[in-house]
């Protein structure tokens, strides 16, 4: 069975909050950090800014067949919170992990802020037509255990609850990119319905551990996709044979597919998933 996404890229929260967001060629996102108490309490959340979003969700929805599952979209606060308080992208954020040790009830209220508009983008978009919600993490790989847990796992948590509580029969997916182990416990103690893994990920381990715990979900090396058709199609036939085997798996990529991908290569792709199907 297939699935279509929204992608409405993640910082629209923050832009709803009143954050300044711009994106400028070859440098990515700009944001006005947000790095005080002060700064903190400016922050207004305008959930119109997000209609186009719903807007998008209701047309897409109309239009697909009714065994397609449309699939909502939102950045974790872990990950908001990097762009919101570092300004734009960074290798490791080492900036906002100090902030977050120096000023914990600062970061404490941050993350909580940005929980709460994940919960409400996410319960519109079902509103609109979402039948299932996925969390994207991407940063949360350069965070330690305990940072891990305090920050990715436990906002998560909040999360899931909330949205199950507004709208029990809604699977949600995370996405804590880069976590390794953590998947673990992230997958146990978040309770979310299934985990995208990225391309670093065992096959075996995630077989053997995760699918235990929920579904799985991934793990093509975009990378791959990219260059090389013949190499991604042994891959992904790999991947179907290790965890395939029962209904606990979503194909999918590691993470985003790559600019310069050629549509062949995808095209290639999306046939033999459809014919591993039948």
């Not at 996102?29 to 969700?57: H, M, R």
């Not at 109309?62 to 300004?87: D, R």
């Not at 891959?235 to 985003?256: D, E």
């Amino acid at each position: 069975m297939s699935g279509a996404i929204i992608f409405s890229d993640i910082l629209v929260i923050p832009d709803a909050l009143g954050v300044k967001v711009a994106f400028e060629e070859k440098k990515g996102p700009q944001l006005v950090p947000v790095q005080t108490q002060q700064a903190l309490d400016d922050l207004q959340w305008n959930i119109e800014k997000l209609s186009p979003v719903y807007e998008a969700l209701r047309l897409t929805k109309s239009a697909l067949p009714s065994e397609t599952t449309l699939i909502g979209f939102a950045g974790a606060p872990w990950t908001l919170a990097c762009y919101v308080v570092q300004g734009g992208s960074d290798k490791d954020f080492q900036n906002v992990r100090a902030i977050a040790l120096r000023d914990p009830a600062f970061f404490s209220r941050l993350i909580s802020l940005l929980s709460d508009c994940v919960i409400k983008h996410a319960i519109e978009q079902v509103k609109a037509g979402a039948e299932m919600i996925q969390l994207f993490d991407s940063w949360s790989g350069v965070l330690s255990e305990s940072e891990f847990h305090r920050w990715v796992i436990e906002p998560t948590k909040y999360i899931v609850r909330e949205i199950k509580a507004a709208c029990p029969h809604i699977p949600i997916i995370g996405f804590p990119r880069q976590a390794g182990s953590k998947y673990k416990s992230y997958a146990k103690e978040t309770r979310v319905d299934a985990v995208n893994i990225d391309s670093s990920v065992s096959l075996e381990w995630a077989r053997d551990t995760l699918q235990e715990l929920c579904v799985v979900q991934g793990n093509l090396d975009p990378l791959v996709l990219s260059y090389d058709k013949d190499a991604t199609l042994a891959q992904a036939k790999h991947i179907i044979a290790m965890l395939a085997k029962n209904n606990r798996f979503i194909f999918n990529l590691g993470h985003g597919i790559l600019p310069h991908t050629p549509v062949e290569n995808v095209l290639a792709l999306c046939e033999l998933i459809r014919n591993s199907e039948s």
